[in-house]
């Protein structure tokens, strides 16, 4: 099989890093872990779940990105479940707040707005975020990690759609599969 068919069948793949999602997914997972580590008993059902979920969303986009060559509809699944795990993380950090009494930010209160500028820099990393997690009150670190997660599932909910857009105009790998075995044989004939 010549290269050129090869890459029309396998299209590339397993980019993540280059994502954004999977950049923001990779900042809250970190943000997590110190989060935890800070203001959550190690010991807790609730440490666990909250990394668990903040890691299953960082790798699940990992994923999707590594099976897109073969299966956009395993790519669509995964993103998803990326998302639906943020969103429970979203929802402990949330819980968090409420049962100790702390403020969840409004999405127009001026510090939001300044950790979401943050979100908008190129070259982020964890360490962007890093005085609002380590060097901060509980209210701050909760508020500033739901800050980064409704970006990454903001992230998330267009790079769904972007793939669901490709699936529909496209089609996945076996609509290419029998399309070049189509034309294979119209070119043997």
Same mark, same amino acid.
């Given at each position: ?86 969103? $429970?993380?979203?929802?402990?950090? @949330?819980?968090?707040?409420?049962? =100790?009494?702390? #403020? !969840?930010?409004?999405? %127009? ?54 793939? $669901?857009?490709?699936?529909?105009? @496209?089609?996945?790998?076996?609509? =290419?599969?029998? #399309? !070049?075995?189509?034309? %294979? ?5």
């Amino acid at each position: 099989m010549s290269d050129k068919a090869n890459n029309n069948l396998i299209p590339p793949h397993g980019g993540y890093r280059k994502l954004m999602s999977y950049q923001m997914s990779e900042i809250v997972y970190d943000a997590t872990v110190r989060f935890c580590e800070r203001f959550i008993d190690k010991r807790s059902r609730t440490f666990d779940q909250m990394v668990q979920a903040a890691r299953s969303g960082k790798q699940n986009i990992v994923e999707g990105s590594m099976a897109s060559g073969t299966s956009k509809k395993i790519e669509l699944k995964l993103i998803g479940i990326a998302r639906a795990s943020l969103e $429970e993380l979203l929802q402990d950090y @949330e819980d968090f707040l409420r049962q =100790r009494n702390l #403020k !969840l930010w409004d999405k %127009n209160d001026p510090k939001v707005l300044e950790i979401r500028k943050i979100g908008k820099e190129e070259n982020k990393s964890y360490m962007s975020y890093e005085t609002y997690i380590e060097n901060s009150p509980e209210e701050v670190a909760a508020n500033t990690i739901i800050c980064i997660i409704h970006q990454t599932n903001y992230l998330l909910d267009q790079q769904k759609r972007k793939l $669901e857009e490709i699936f529909l105009k @496209e089609g996945g790998f076996t609509e =290419r599969m029998y #399309k !070049l075995r189509k034309d %294979n044989r119209s070119n043997k004939k």
